[in-house]
């Protein structure tokens, strides 16, 4: 089973804009961004109903600070778990320097 991929608003946007300012053909645009060609023409419909407000996403700007949250929750158990292996090593360290 393969991963549904997530582009952000800001990629789609571009995207779109390639295929609008471009000579080259949707189907080709696509295939360069390695996307399939039915997405990219979804896309550019969406932009043509929606227009700055096309592509919300899904998730609630609480979604969003509980994932920074967790991110960052993540980073400081790594940061803490290095530091208590130092601290370690240095223990063993100037114990077999002192005796």
């Not at 803490?80 to 360290?93: M, N, P, S």
Request: charged letters at 30%; aromatic letters at 8%.
């Amino acid at each position: 089973m393969h991963k549904r991929r997530k582009y952000s608003q800001e990629y789609k946007q571009e995207a779109v804009q390639l295929v609008g300012q471009s000579d080259i053909p949707l189907a080709q645009v696509a295939t360069n961004l390695g996307i399939n060609p039915s997405i990219l023409r979804r896309w550019c419909g969406e932009i043509s109903k929606a227009g700055k407000n096309a592509f919300p996403g899904n998730g609630t700007p609480r979604d969003l600070e509980l994932a920074l949250i967790k991110r960052e929750l993540q980073q400081v158990k790594q940061e803490r778990d290095f530091l208590k292996e130092a601290a370690a090593y240095f223990a063993r360290t100037s114990k077999r320097g002192t005796t």
